[in-house]
């Protein structure tokens, strides 16, 4: 599975952003997706994950009722709405794919992952 975010830019406080992660390869349906983050200095930080169906999301605290993840099995697409964006939320976001849900909505690392988009929010 090959993947590509976009989407990344940079926003106000209290503005939005939507990601895209377009996923190549076969069977997109049959992996969980998820979001993660990596801020300058810090480690990575798991955003949000999805499972195949797209009936069962999860959320870091910091994003939980900002952020809503989303996917789109025909299209082999994964979203990312985010909404109330804070500077906080400023890092690099990376889209993951792995066939394990719980390793990913448990913040693990998932077996493959895109190049990263960034997105600053200005204060």
């Known amino acids: 599975v090959q993947l590509q975010a976009s989407g990344g830019g940079l926003a106000q406080t209290g503005g939005s952003l939507v990601l895209s992660c377009a996923a190549s390869?076969?069977?997109?349906?049959?992996?969980?997706m998820g979001w993660s983050r990596q801020a300058p200095g810090k480690e990575r930080e798991f955003v949000a994950a999805?499972?195949?169906?797209?009936?069962?999301?999860y959320y870091s605290d910091s994003v939980k009722g900002r952020f809503a993840i989303s996917r789109d099995n025909a299209g082999n697409t994964v979203y990312l709405q985010m909404n109330s964006l804070k500077p906080e939320d400023t890092a690099v976001y990376y889209c993951?794919?792995?066939?394990?849900?719980?390793?990913?909505?448990?913040?693990?690392?998932?077996?493959?992952w895109g190049q990263g988009t960034q997105v600053t929010v200005s204060s």
């Open positions: 390869g076969r069977d997109f349906s049959t992996y969980a």
């Open positions: 999805i499972n195949w169906t797209g009936r069962s999301a």
């Open positions: 993951e794919a792995d066939r394990s849900y719980q390793r990913l909505y448990s913040g693990g690392r998932g077996s493959y």
